[in-house]
């Protein structure tokens, strides 16, 4: 099956800085979705982006299908920004979760 | 907005009983998944349904099973709750081919 690694594992950042997360997988999939989870368990969708790239806000994504990778881009980092980030992909209907980045904001 | 409502925030019951995990979803979509989150394992699927009364296995279905008897609905059963099924149960629902929606998830202890 689609393998799913993201990196890095684990983040801390002060307050305003920037930050890149990583996730390759492992075969052509048709669907990709970046998430977080905030500290109270609730997985908040934030790109549904199988290709291209888009921006909400502070947050940018970008995924290069044909390499098997997407960027996951915070800018201004805020302490609101601490949590798991998953990256999830699917061929069909399964989607498979990477382990996840744990980023800490500090103020 | 899409609206995903788990029945339960917090639930504690007893090894060998029969558990019900329920999940509505407001939006007609065709797709609902269950999944499990445990510490360093991510989330792992359990079962999906893409249709009323259809389902299919996820990556570790054994000692679960599933009920959709109507489109909004997709139940999980624990038919003899364990120990190691203590975890975090998190319901989804999608259109094929489309962004994934999310409950706020149950927090099983199994004592």
């Known amino acids: 099956g689609i393998q799913v690694e993201q990196s890095p594992p684990d983040l801390i950042l002060q307050e305003g800085a920037n930050s890149t997360l990583r996730c390759n997988f492992s075969?052509?999939?048709?669907?990709l979705q970046w998430f977080h989870q905030n500290p109270w368990g609730q997985l908040i969708n934030l790109f549904y982006?199988?290709?291209g790239t888009k921006q909400n806000g502070r947050l940018s994504a970008t995924t290069v299908a044909t390499e098997r990778y997407s960027l996951l881009y915070i800018s201004s980092s805020q302490t609101t920004d601490s949590g798991v980030y998953f990256c999830?992909?699917?061929?069909?209907?399964?989607?498979?979760f990477g382990t996840g980045t744990r980023l800490k904001v500090l103020a | 907005d899409v609206k995903v409502t788990q029945s339960s925030r917090y639930l504690v019951k007893r090894t060998g009983e029969k558990v019900f995990l329920e999940c509505v979803q407001d939006?007609?979509?065709?797709?609902m998944f269950w999944y499990r989150q445990d510490p360093g394992l991510g989330l792992r699927l359990i079962y999906f349904?893409?249709?009323?009364?259809?389902?299919e296995k996820g990556d570790i279905p054994e000692g679960y099973s599933v009920s959709r008897e109507k489109k909004e609905r997709f139940s999980l059963i624990l038919e003899s709750a364990s120990t190691n099924q203590t975890s975090m149960y998190l319901c989804a629902s999608s259109l094929v081919g489309s962004t994934q929606h999310f409950g706020d998830g149950t927090r099983l202890s199994i004592l």
């Open positions: 939006m007609d979509h065709e797709n």
């Open positions: 982006i199988p290709s």
């Open positions: 349904s893409y249709d009323v009364k259809m389902k």
């Open positions: 999830a992909v699917s061929g069909t209907y399964k989607y498979i």
């Open positions: 075969d052509s999939v048709n669907n």
